[in-house]
């Protein structure tokens, strides 16, 4: 099982990136794909998840409307849109995959059960 995460990189405050996360030699049913982030010196946490049984949108509050998720079955990707980005969006950006689905807790990082590496947003001018 691989999830490859790329599309990070420098932007000045007010840009955009679109980062996106491919899975692969997945063969089992899962129920939520999702973006966490970590900050320097700060927990991880959730940014946003999707329902795959009814590709329901979930986003954190302080993201809501600057951030859209999608995803391509087609592909096997999922992708993070990050428009009016922040200085406090400087994370290192991670994508997961959990075989259930909590919708009141989809943030909670334990409820995830695969990992992709990393890939770092710096928000900087």
Known sequence: ???QACG????Q????LRLSCVVSGFT???YVIGW????PG?????V??????DERPYYVDSVKGRLTISRDNAKNTVYLQMNSLKPEDTAVYYCAIGL?????SWYEEDLMDYWGKGTQVTVSS
Do not use: D, H, M, W
């Open 8 to 11: 990070g990189g420098l932007v």
């Open 48 to 53: 946003s998840c999707i329902s795959t049984s």
């Open 36 to 39: 966490f982030r970590q900050a």
């Open 1 to 3: 099982v691989q999830l």
């Open 100 to 104: 259930n689905f909590y919708s009141t």
């Open 42 to 46: 700060k927990e991880r946490e959730g």
């Open 13 to 16: 405050p007010g840009g955009s």
């Open 28 to 30: 089992l049913p899962y």
